[in-house]
């Protein structure tokens, strides 16, 4: 069972209204001032930076992703176990990711973080928003402390981000990011570059079919008002077969492929033996 995300009380809440002040007075290029973000990403990071003060609240606008954590964290966990990566005494244990060094691209808030962190990883979280990195950074602090020797938070591409850790991490997590991405090629390279060989790349995202558009969508944002408003775009939703061709290309070859539906009544995710909804991939690096 994994642990619940508590909604932050009214001094963790007092402390991140000040530190995304400081934000507001200060410059988000997205890259700790070291990149410059084309239009489509800036109002693709500003629509989520939105989101910030609500991010930790399981009942908020980000109550879907807080669920997703009930699938996905055994995904990545399990996928890494059968890949014989794990030391044997780790398996079956609360810490069967010690020792694992991961990288999450667009991190956000921290939700699939931390949690990797509470199975033993050190793990890295990069996102564009300099709001959502001080989100992360400020329930780390204030609700995880026991997390901060495990957990590295930086406002970083991930194309920079991959110069200077080149093949390092045994496993990188691309979850619920290449939706909002435009050049997924770009972001796929950079990652894969900075994963080490035999290491896993995990993807969860929305397939790009009629029946996500009008299910997860048109309803759940429109309609239902699950999810805010402007958060998907179909011309940026992309099949498994697809990725799967890009990763080809890149010397990763495809181990699984999950497809997996969000039950908006109550909130709640499962696999499925479709990839029409949303999907989970692995793959791994070849080794070389």
Request: hydrophobic share 40%.
């Amino acid at each position: 069972m994994l642990r619940n995300s508590v909604y932050p009380h009214s001094k963790l809440l007092q402390t991140l209204a000040k530190v995304l002040g400081r934000c507001n007075n200060s410059s988000s290029t997205g890259g700790g001032g070291s990149a410059t973000l084309d239009a489509d990403t800036k109002r693709e990071v500003e629509h989520h930076e939105n989101q910030a003060t609500d991010w930790w609240n399981q009942n908020g606008t980000m109550e879907a992703l807080h669920a997703l954590n009930e699938i996905r964290v055994p995904f990545i966990r399990d996928g890494i176990v059968a890949r014989g990566n794990v030391m044997s005494h780790y398996v079956n244990t609360t810490k069967v990711l010690k020792g694992q060094s991961l990288l999450e691209v667009g991190c956000g808030g921290g939700l699939l973080t931390e949690q990797l962190a509470r199975l033993g990883a050190q793990v890295t979280g990069i996102d564009l928003a300099e709001k959502l990195i001080a989100a992360a950074k400020v329930h780390l602090k204030e609700l995880s402390p026991e997390l901060v020797s495990n957990v590295k938070y930086k406002m970083e591409p991930v194309d920079q981000h991959a110069k200077a850790n080149c093949e390092r991490y045994d496993a990188v997590i691309v979850s619920e990011v290449l939706e909002h991405v435009d050049d997924k090629v770009a972001l796929l390279e950079a990652c894969v570059r900075s994963l080490r060989p035999g290491g896993s790349i995990f993807i969860t995202t929305l397939n790009k079919t009629l029946p996500m558009w009008v299910a997860g969508v048109a309803i759940s944002e429109y309609v239902l008002n699950l999810v805010p408003k402007g958060t998907h775009h179909w011309d940026k939703m992309i099949s498994p077969l697809d990725v799967q061709r890009i990763l080809d290309t890149m010397n990763c070859q495809t181990v699984l492929v999950n497809g997996s539906t969000y039950d908006f009544w109550n909130n709640s995710w499962r696999w499925i033996n479709t990839t029409q909804m949303c999907y989970a991939l692995q793959a791994v690096k070849d080794s070389e």
